[in-house]
C-alpha cells in the first residue's frame, strides 16, 4: 500500500473513534436528562400529594392547614428515577428532594432535585446547587 492510503486509514479511523466517543457521551447526557425529568415529574405528583395533605382537615388525617408533619408513603419514597424524601416541612410550605439514579454532570455526585411546595404552587429547582 501507499504512504497516501495508509493516512487514508488512520484519517478514517480517527474520524470513526471520534463519533463513537460523540454517541456515547450524547447517550450519557440523554439518560441524565431523562433522570431528571422523571424525578421532576415524579415530585411534582408528590408535591400534588402533599397539598391534599394540607387542605384536608386533621379529622381526615390531612394538615388542618398544615404541612407540618407531612410524610411520602414508604411506597412513593423509591421508583425507578431514584429515591424520595420531605427534606422540611413546616406550616406553610413542604420541601420535597429526589436523589437520582445517574451520575450528574459532575461525574460524581447523583443527579438531586428540590420541589418546593405551597398551598397553592408548586416550584420545581433542578439547578440551585443541585446537578
Known amino acids: 500500500m501507499g504512504q497516501q492510503q495508509l493516512l487514508l486509514?488512520?484519517?478514517g479511523m480517527v474520524i470513526v473513534a471520534i463519533a463513537i466517543m460523540v454517541g456515547i457521551w450524547m447517550?450519557?447526557?440523554?439518560?441524565?436528562?431523562h433522570n431528571r425529568d422523571g424525578m421532576a415529574n415524579?415530585?411534582?405528583h408528590l408535591g400534588a400529594l402533599a397539598q391534599a395533605y394540607y387542605h384536608n382537615p386533621k379529622e381526615l388525617g390531612g394538615g388542618g392547614r398544615s404541612f407540618a408533619g407531612y410524610t411520602i408513603a414508604p411506597v412513593d419514597q423509591i421508583?425507578?428515577?431514584?429515591?424520595?424524601?420531605?427534606?422540611?416541612a413546616s406550616a406553610t410550605k413542604a420541601v420535597l428532594q429526589g436523589?437520582?439514579?445517574e451520575i450528574g454532570e459532575d461525574g460524581a455526585t447523583?443527579?438531586?432535585?428540590m420541589v418546593v411546595v405551597l398551598p397553592d404552587s408548586i416550584y420545581v429547582d433542578m439547578?440551585?446547587?443541585?446537578n
Do not use: C
Not at 110 to 113: A, D, L, N, R
Not at 127 to 130: E, L, R, W
Open 42 to 44: 415524579y415530585l411534582t
Open 9 to 11: 486509514i488512520v484519517v
Open 127 to 130: 439547578a440551585s446547587g443541585y
Open 99 to 101: 436523589i437520582g439514579v
Open 79 to 88: 421508583n425507578d428515577d431514584g429515591t424520595f424524601t420531605v427534606s422540611n
Open 27 to 33: 447517550v450519557r447526557t440523554n439518560a441524565v436528562d
Open 110 to 113: 447523583p443527579t438531586k432535585i
